[in-house]
């Protein structure tokens, strides 16, 4: 049976607003395409905004890195060219100093030359010189005029050997008496004044370490002992006492002795004769005068 119009139309309504219910309760969002547009758009603004920002901070660490380039270079090639003028120096001085050695080498080889002479000469005057090596040495004590009488006197006596008969006066035997009257006279006086010329005597400071057996050891007999010790060529010196430990004290005195007379053997020997006060005595210190 076919139905009414009215009952159709009832039957729409009610259909249509249940449709609208169910919507409404199931929220649907119509405008997410809208808005899915303006998000996009957004984000490509941004996009188009920060791209700049982010070139010109590439462009900035490009500036540093070929700035920081540049200056590495101006470093290696001031250092380099630093180098180069420091290696110059230093051969320029190495060259002088090794001419200033050379030349010094050359001194040193001209003085040992010289002194090897003087050492020989000084050699050959302190050996016993022979009677005719004297009025040689004689020489440069005479005055004036016996050097130039020694010096005429050969000449004329070589005249009268060749020329005895032209002597008619006798005048030149005269001079040469003379001359060697002169000359034994000057002999005369060298010898005595050699005699009388002091010789060098050598000497040495000795600083002579005593220690006693304890503590209870008089010092100052034990340095009254020391200095009882006498010798040609010995002179003693100061002296003073030098803690050794355990309340003990040695003494430290000095003394200067000629070397060809007195010796430290002579001195150890004789001191340590005093066995009551004397343990040991050592040489703390020997220079030469």
Not at 70 to 86: C, H, M, P, R, T
Request: charged share 30%.
């Amino acid at each position: 049976m076919p139905l009414s119009p009215l009952l159709c139309s009832q039957e729409l309504e009610n259909t249509m607003s249940s449709a609208v219910d169910y919507f409404v309760q199931e929220k649907i969002w119509f405008d997410k395409p809208r808005y899915d547009d303006a998000e996009r758009h957004f984000y490509e603004r941004i996009n188009s905004t920060s791209h700049p920002a982010q070139e010109l901070g590439a462009n900035t660490i490009l500036q540093d890195i070929a700035r920081a380039r540049e200056n590495i270079q101006k470093s290696l090639a001031g250092s380099a060219a630093n180098g180069a003028g420091d290696q110059g120096e230093l051969i320029t001085r190495i060259k002088s100093l090794e001419l200033e050695n050379n030349s010094l080498n050359q001194v040193v080889e001209d003085l040992r030359l010289a002194l090897s002479k003087l050492e020989c000469r000084v050699a050959v005057l302190e050996k016993s010189p022979s009677p005719a090596a004297a009025p040689v040495s004689a020489a440069p004590c005479t005055n004036g005029t016996s050097v130039q009488q020694q010096k005429t006197s050969p000449p004329v006596e070589d005249e009268d050997d060749d020329d005895d008969d032209m002597d008619l006066f006798g005048s030149d035997e005269e001079e040469d008496a003379e001359a060697e009257r002169l000359k034994e006279l000057r002999l005369k006086e060298y010898a005595e004044k050699k005699a009388k010329k002091p010789t060098l005597i050598a000497k040495s400071s000795i600083l002579l370490d005593v220690k006693p057996w304890d503590d209870e050891t008089d010092m100052a007999k034990l340095e009254e002992c020391v200095r009882s010790v006498v010798a040609d060529g010995l002179l003693w010196g100061q002296s003073k006492l030098v803690p050794v430990g355990y309340g003990i004290r040695k003494l430290q005195i000095q003394c200067v002795v000629e070397d060809d007379k007195v010796g430290t053997d002579l001195l150890e020997e004789e001191i340590t004769k005093f066995e009551d006060f004397v343990q040991s005595v050592d040489v703390a210190a020997f220079n030469k005068i």
